[in-house]
C-alpha cells in the first residue's frame, strides 16, 4: 500500500520564522489533506489539495501530484501554531504521514 | 460549518465495563469512521461506515464494534473494555471516499 512519510519530524522555530513542512507518498494519490492537531487533540482541517497550491493567511499548500509530495509552508509562526501537522491520503482506508511536531517558542 | 461531534471530551470506565462512544455529524455525509490515536502508533482506523447499517473493519478492529442505524450517527462500542485500550477515539465524516474528512474534537478514554 502507499506509504505517507513526513519530514521533519520535530521542528523548533522562534516565533515570527516561517516553516516549510514536507509530505512524500510511494505512490499516486489523488486526493491529499493536511490537518493541525491542536494540543487539545482535535484536528482541524487546513487544506484539501490533490493538486496545485492554495492559501489561507499565514498558511498555504502545495501538492505536486506526479512528483508525490506535498508542502505546507507556514509563514511568521506563532505560538499558537504549536502542534502536530498531519498529513493524509487514501480513501475508505486512510493513511496518515507520522506527523510533524512543531514548537514555537515565544 | 461541517460539524462533527462526540458525546464525551473524556471518560473513565472500569475493566469489564460495556463502553459506549457516540459520534454525530450535521452534513448529511455518507463516510463515517472511527480512530484510535496512540504516542508512537498514530491515528489508526479501526472501523469505517459507507451507508445505514454498512460498516467495514479497519486496521485494528479486535475488541470493538459499530452501528449505524441512522445516517448521522456512528457508535463505537467496546463490548468488554480493557485496559489496552485506553487511547484517544477519533470520529470523522466523509462524502465519498476519498473526500475531504473532518474530524470530531475526540475523546479521552481511560480504563481503569
Known amino acids: 500500500g502507499i506509504q505517507v512519510e513526513q519530514s521533519p519530524p520535530d521542528l523548533i522555530l522562534q516565533e515570527g520564522a516561517n516553516s516549510t513542512l514536507r509530505c512524500n507518498f510511494s505512490?499516486?494519490?489523488?486526493?491529499l489533506q493536511w490537518f493541525h492537531q491542536n494540543p487539545w487533540g482535535q484536528l482541524i482541517n487546513l487544506f484539501y489539495?490533490?493538486?496545485g497550491t492554495k492559501q489561507n493567511g499565514r498558511l498555504s499548500a502545495t501538492t505536486v501530484a506526479t512528483e508525490r509530495y506535498s508542502l505546507l509552508y507556514i509563514s511568521s509562526s506563532q505560538t499558537t501554531d504549536s502542534g502536530v501537522y498531519f498529513c493524509?491520503?487514501?480513501?475508505?482506508?486512510?493513511?496518515f504521514g507520522a506527523g510533524t511536531r512543531l514548537f514555537v517558542k515565544a | 460549518d461541517v460539524k462533527v461531534t462526540q458525546s464525551s471530551r473524556y471518560l473513565v470506565k472500569r475493566t469489564g465495563e460495556k463502553v459506549f462512544l457516540e459520534c454525530v455529524q450535521d452534513?448529511?455525509?455518507?463516510?463515517m469512521f472511527w480512530y484510535r490515536q496512540d504516542p508512537g502508533l498514530g491515528l489508526r482506523l479501526i472501523y469505517f461506515?459507507?451507508?445505514?447499517?454498512?460498516?467495514e473493519k479497519g486496521d485494528i478492529p479486535e475488541g470493538y464494534s459499530v452501528s449505524r442505524e441512522k445516517k448521522e450517527r456512528f457508535s463505537l462500542i467496546l463490548e468488554s473494555a480493557s485496559t489496552n485500550q485506553t487511547s484517544m477515539y477519533l470520529c470523522?465524516?466523509?462524502?465519498?471516499?476519498?473526500?475531504?474528512?473532518?474530524f470530531g474534537p475526540g475523546t479521552r478514554l481511560t480504563v481503569t
Open positions: 470523522a465524516s466523509s462524502l465519498p471516499p476519498g473526500y475531504e474528512q473532518y
Open positions: 505512490d499516486s494519490v489523488n486526493n
Open positions: 489539495i490533490p493538486s
Open positions: 493524509i491520503t487514501g480513501g475508505f482506508k486512510t493513511i
Open positions: 452534513m448529511d455525509h455518507e463516510n
Open positions: 461506515s459507507y451507508d445505514v447499517k454498512m460498516k
